[in-house]
């Protein structure tokens, strides 16, 4: 029963190195989405996939791109990290937007 | 202007007391409404979803939404410590899976 499961947990990366956030969810949920979590900033979207083949912007989508992969996988990338990008990760699904979400346990991404 | 405000606290309130967070949203065609809670260095978690206008209350939670001011609140009645922890007000448009949080309130229940 892992519901949703992101890797890795924790990350340090330089300015200028490119990685992938990785998301899967076993619920058969439509709907998934990437969030930042800041101090004080609460959660900021940054892109959500509605169903399998697309994807769309949310609040803050500049220096990310996303891959649905399938229903269960969701993927963020960052081409060219900065230490703007330093922040709390968290992948979500929902079987529609206007249900309950469940999210992975974040992952803690440094950018030096 | 944010799509979804709140207050970002903290709300300092005594165990046994009445805790009150408030949460407004821009976007009118919003449809669905969620208060989830998060502890330090845990992920969100839902307490309470609401779609219509009025009250709806489970257990000591009780959600209320007023769609024509666009604002949406949760009462915790009987606050305890384990009360504790940051309260995020979410908000659904109805023509898309769009899922906006605001930027939560930190709730203190002193003993």
């Known amino acids: 029963n892992a519901g949703v499961t992101q890797t890795p947990k924790f990350q340090v990366l330089k300015t200028g190195q490119s990685m992938t956030l990785q998301c899967a969810q076993d619920?058969?949920?439509?709907?998934m989405y990437w969030y930042r979590q800041d101090p004080g900033m609460g959660l900021r979207l940054i892109y959500y996939?509605?169903?399998?083949?697309?994807?769309d912007k949310g609040e803050v989508p500049n220096g990310y791109n996303v891959s649905r992969l399938n229903k269960r996988e969701f993927s963020l990338r960052l081409e060219s990290a900065a230490p703007s990008q330093t922040s709390v990760y968290f992948c979500?699904?929902?079987?529609?937007?206007?249900?309950?979400?469940?999210f992975g346990q974040g992952t803690r991404l440094t950018v030096v | 202007q944010k799509e979804v405000e709140q207050n970002s606290g903290p709300l300092s309130v005594p165990e046994g007391a009445i805790a009150s967070l408030n949460c407004t949203y821009s976007?009118?065609?919003?449809?669905?409404f969620f208060w989830y809670r998060q502890y330090s260095g845990k992920s969100p978690e839902l307490i309470m979803s609401?779609?219509?206008?009025g009250d709806k209350e489970d257990g000591r939670f009780t959600a209320q939404l007023n769609k024509a001011s666009q604002y949406v609140s949760l009462l915790i009645r009987d606050s305890q410590p384990s009360d504790s922890a940051t309260y995020l007000c979410?908000?659904?448009?109805?023509?898309?899976?769009?899922?906006?949080f605001g930027t939560g309130t930190r709730l203190q229940v002193f003993p």
């Open positions: 619920m058969n949920h439509n709907s």
């Open positions: 979410a908000v659904n448009s109805g023509n898309t899976d769009k899922l906006i």
């Open positions: 609401i779609y219509s206008n």
């Open positions: 976007d009118r065609v919003s449809q669905s």
């Open positions: 996939s509605a169903s399998e083949g697309t994807t």
């Open positions: 979500a699904s929902t079987q529609r937007g206007d249900t309950e979400a469940f």
